[in-house]
């Protein structure tokens, strides 16, 4: 079993920047993937950046290309959102999210994700 937990969030003005954490207990298997995702109330869990731990390679919703940095430190089985440049549509819940399957295309896709941390908030305003 695999548990996420996320930290990192807060309140920051518009332009600023904040690193997001994820940290995993128990194992976690090359080429799975850990994704972040975000969400406003009322609406549905919106994809926003990945990495696959094997290869390192990631991707980006494109709201956020150029802005979101996603990084992973496998030894510290720890995941990574820096975010830059950030904008009062960035305000959200974020959650990391992590698979058990292997898989290559439709990351965006929350059934795709196995474990969910408990999220955290970010909120950008004045």
């Known amino acids: 079993q695999v548990q996420l937990v996320e930290s990192g969030g807060g309140q920051v003005q518009p332009g600023g920047s904040l690193r997001l954490s994820c940290v995993a207990s128990?194992?976690?298997?090359?080429?799975?993937?850990m994704a972040w995702f975000r969400q406003v109330p009322g609406k549905e869990r919106d994809f926003v950046s990945a990495?696959?731990?094997?290869?390192?390679?990631?991707y980006y919703a494109d709201s956020v290309k150029g802005r979101f940095t996603i990084l992973r430190d496998n030894a510290k089985k720890t995941v990574y959102l820096q975010m830059n440049s950030l904008n009062s549509e960035d305000t959200a819940v974020y959650y990391c999210?992590?698979?058990?399957?292997?898989?290559?295309?439709?990351?965006?896709?929350?059934?795709?994700?196995?474990?969910w941390g408990q999220g955290t908030q970010v909120t950008v305003s004045d």
């Open positions: 990495v696959r731990l094997g290869s390192g390679n990631t």
């Open positions: 999210a992590g698979s058990v399957g292997v898989f290559y295309d439709r990351f965006h896709d929350v059934r795709r994700y196995d474990y």
């Open positions: 128990g194992r976690l298997f090359a080429n799975r993937v």
